[in-house]
């Protein structure tokens, strides 16, 4: 099979009278739903149905400038009810908060951030090392940013870059709201990059949002399936970026916040087949294996390293979530 019949199966698969019934019903385009069937089989309508169930409100302790005993004890003094979650060293989930959580003063002093927990997940599985060299490729609004300078104890070098000028006031605002400063934020397209020999690189690649629906609804037919391709090729174009920039032996986390193969698994594959890079198996408290098939397409068997999170079995956004390492010259 050439390259083209591939993408072909990849991106324009047929859409059966069940995907399009399924899709009326609970208000999605319809390829998203053939998409479900043919990945969860039966489970699709417990997707669905979770799917519905709004997204938790979910914080990040920044025991940079708090202990998390001490917030613990200053948002319960405010009768804010809070829940660890046990996979996230400084993850809560809030139960109940008489108060709006992005706006007491523990918030804008920096202790905590709000954050989904999948998006929290990534860093951790990133495992960023101190007195490093580290590029986040697509930073704003801050929060895997501020993240590794957190878990780094603000030792590292930190470039973050952001493409957009608006989205760049916010994420300066939360780096220094949290007491950071070894960092320096670079407004360029990250394709562009022209920095060479990182330790490390995260790129929370821009995506369809299909993993967030809980939170934000529209996301259900908010992208035509024409765009899938587009998308695909900027986190294609983005991840030969940095392995580019990162140097031998360096590390890659790759993650999009989403269900589709298109943003996962077919672009590690694409990598994995045209550059000198290898999978590092991702070791995560949860979450299910990546696929190593779609619609009769077999992936390279590295992507298996790889990890997939669902809404309804994780209790997360939608995640794929990939290591990879750029082999010694």
Not at 150 to 176: F, G, H, P, Y
């Amino acid at each position: 099979m050439n390259e083209s019949e591939k993408e072909n199966k990849i991106f324009s698969y047929e859409i059966s009278n069940e995907a399009k019934s399924l899709a009326e019903k609970y208000g999605y385009s319809d390829y998203i739903v053939e998409r479900y069937i043919k990945l969860l089989g039966e489970e699709v309508i417990d997707l669905l149905e979770f799917n519905e169930i709004p997204m938790p409100q979910t914080i990040r302790c920044n025991d940079f400038l708090v202990s998390c005993d001490e917030l613990e004890k200053r948002l319960k003094n405010k009768g804010i009810k809070i829940q660890k979650i046990p996979f996230l060293p400084h993850g809560y989930e809030i139960i109940e908060s008489p108060y709006n959580v992005g706006a007491t003063h523990e918030y804008l002093m920096g202790y905590y951030y709000l954050q989904d927990p999948g998006s929290m997940l990534v860093v951790y599985l990133m495992n960023p090392l101190k007195n490093s060299f580290i590029i986040d490729m697509a930073s704003a609004p801050g929060g895997k940013a501020s993240q590794i300078l957190q878990l780094t104890k603000d030792s590292v070098k930190l470039v973050s870059v952001e493409l957009k000028k608006a989205r760049i006031k916010a994420l300066r605002s939360n780096l220094q709201r949290m007491g950071f400063s070894s960092y320096v934020i670079l407004e360029t397209d990250a394709r562009k990059l022209s920095l060479k020999n990182s330790d490390m690189i995260l790129l929370d690649s821009p995506s369809s949002g299909e993993g967030i629906i809980r939170k934000d609804p529209k996301r259900k037919r908010s992208r035509p399936r024409s765009d899938m391709r587009k998308i695909h090729l900027l986190q294609y174009q983005l991840l030969n970026k940095a392995i580019d920039i990162v140097k031998p032996g360096g590390e890659i986390t790759y993650a999009a916040c989403s269900t589709a193969i298109e943003e996962g698994e077919f672009v590690i594959d694409r990598v994995l087949n045209k550059r000198n890079v290898d999978t590092i198996k991702v070791d995560s408290p949860i979450g299910d294996k990546a696929y190593e098939e779609f619609n009769g397409i077999t992936f390279d068997d590295r992507v298996k390293n790889c990890i997939r999170l669902w809404p309804h079995k994780h209790g997360t956004e939608g995640f794929f979530i990939c290591k990879l390492r750029k082999e010694e010259n």
